[in-house]
């Protein structure tokens, strides 16, 4: 009993590392972005370009951690990871395209339909099934989210198209990042170091042509300062830390938790931005943030119920073979000499 107990103590310190890291770097690249992007700050409006100077880093880190020996690079399929990379980058720029051409309000919905949309996915693709409380817990998420975020809500059919693209190709990464994971016994960080390379020269490429479709500029046409390299090289710093804790964070639980506990970032960068930019926080957001830490709560007491329930229904001790074990005991009678069968009886 102390030894699992002592095992479970560092899983759960752990667990909380890789959620801080996740919100305290998404929070930091939010910031940072948005002194970078807006037009009080730098005006560096080349949000694709920039993700690929993310990945470019990213890449870079995992190039370095394989050569010094931290990281071991293990063998995955590369149809498997160029796959997963054009669905991450179709992600990104579906993302940004809808940004672009919903309203503030309608992005937001979309942002927060990720939630169910995943849990059907799981439902469908690995047969992934909700206890009632999990799903009350995330309604009680999406609401209160909803409430802080959601203010005017124009549709139109361009938009509608490229935010059902976004949610969609968003939802299947992030299972997919898990799923990857374990079928091939990889680490989220080595994952990461494979997918990285092909994302970062694929949005370096294309990037510039789509930021020219958004924003109506090349990128060799904005002037550098010191103060846009600074920025953009913290940007990329804090999204090595980002890319790497979201890895972390899908391959230790789900999407679906990491989507729901992932809208902490959306209580921290409104309130950040109430006490840093002076944005303003009316009743509605503060009645929203409070929900949706609520929700969170209660997701989080949902989920550790539900482990105990199976826990309980399946029990410590093996009392049937899995299909595996049969199957090697199978092809151990079939392959076994039989020299040493006929030894087997003469010593009975």
Known sequence: MEKAENEKKPSAVSDVGAWAMNVTSSVGIIMANKQLMSSSGFGFSFATTLTGFHFALT??????????????????PLWELLWFSLVANISIAAMNFSLMLNSVGFYQISKLSMIPVVCVMEWVLHSKHYSREVKASVMVVVVGVGICTVTDVKVNAKGFI???????????????????QKKYAIGSFELLSKTA????????????????????????????TYGAILCILLSCALAVFCNISQYLCIGRFSATSFQVLGH?????????????????????????????VVGMVIYSWAVELEKQRKTKVTPHGKHSMTEDEIKLIKEGIEHMDLKDMELGNNKA
């Not at 059902?164 to 898990?178: E, K, M, N, P, R």
């Not at 970032?265 to 503060?286: A, H, Q, Y």
């Open 59 to 76: 890449a870079l880190v995992g190039m370095v951690s394989n050569a010094t020996g931290l990281s071991a690079s293990k063998h995955v």
């Open 197 to 224: 390379p092909i994302q970062a020269i694929s949005l370096l490429i294309f990037g510039p042509f789509v930021d020219y479709f958004l924003s109506g500029r090349f990128i060799t046409t904005y002037k550098m």
């Open 264 to 292: 902490m970032k959306t209580v921290c960068v409104l309130t950040l931005g109430w006490l840093i930019f002076d944005s303003e926080m009316t009743f509605k957001n503060i009645a929203g943030m409070v929900l949706a």
């Open 162 to 180: 490229c935010a059902c693209t976004a949610v969609f190709s968003t939802s299947l990464q992030q299972i997919s990042i898990g799923s990857l």
